[in-house]
């Protein structure tokens, strides 16, 4: 069945360093590709998202780059701050329907003060 | 305005019990999710409606669970003899899509199931 696989499972870096996570999708239909970032005993929040018809998207300091071809898509967040520590969710739509997204298994980023 | 509220944030049931999940999402968001997060995991789909119209139930993991959203509003997932494995955080999320596309699913906070 389709899958997302997402890496590192846990991530940490200096603060004020760059921190980037990475995501592949199964279904080649897939089109929109949201980020959510999940703080301890809170709901995911969306953060960015792409779809199919773009490369990149930038929204201050984070951007999301989209390869089609590899079927691979990642976060960057530069000039880290303590606050930006949390769990990082990649998800994928499955086809091209509104009604389902599929998750990775998560990011753990820490910043180190 | 208000995001999406669930109810109950924290529910201890024993092995054999049934509960009640309520979801309140976002007022005139015609579509609303069901997620089971176990610890350590990403959200696995369980269930969409869009309005009182179950679309989509394929992640329900047995027949144990049902949901429901009788007037496109409000919704209630219901686990009826709850297992241990059935312990997760249950998440609800809601969102907008126009003309079939996809739009951003809002979440509310969960509501953590523990069976004892």
């Known amino acids: 069945g389709e899958n997302v696989e997402q890496h590192p499972s846990t991530l940490s870096v200096q603060e004020g360093d760059s921190a980037v996570i990475k995501c592949t999708y199964s279904d080649s239909a897939s089109n929109y590709f949201p980020w959510y970032k999940q703080e301890l005993g809170k709901g995911p929040q969306l953060i960015i998202d792409?779809?199919?018809?773009?490369g990149e998207k930038k929204d201050q300091r984070i951007a999301v780059t989209l390869n089609k071809t590899a079927k691979h898509f990642s976060l960057h967040i530069t000039e880290t701050q303590p606050e930006d520590s949390a769990v990082y969710f990649c998800a994928a739509s499955i086809g091209s329907s509104a009604s389902k997204i599929i998750f990775g298994s998560g990011t753990r980023l820490s910043i180190r003060p | 305005g208000a995001g999406v509220s669930q109810s109950p944030r924290y529910k201890v049931a024993k092995r054999g019990q049934d509960v009640a999940l309520r979801c309140d999402p976002i007022s005139g968001h015609v579509s609303l999710f069901w997620y089971q997060q176990a610890l350590g995991q990403g959200p696995e789909f369980l269930t969409y409606?869009?309005?009182?119209?179950?679309?989509?139930k394929s992640g329900l993991p047995s027949d144990r669970f049902f949901a429901e959203r009788p007037e496109g509003s409000v919704s209630t997932l219901k686990i009826q003899r709850t297992q241990q494995e059935d312990s997760a955080v249950y998440l609800c999320?809601?969102?907008?899509?126009?003309?079939?596309?996809?739009?951003?699913?809002?979440f509310g906070p969960g509501t953590r199931l523990t069976v004892t």
């Open positions: 792409i779809r199919s018809n773009v």
């Open positions: 409606f869009q309005n009182e119209a179950q679309l989509d």
């Open positions: 999320a809601s969102s907008f899509p126009v003309r079939g596309e996809t739009y951003e699913q809002y």
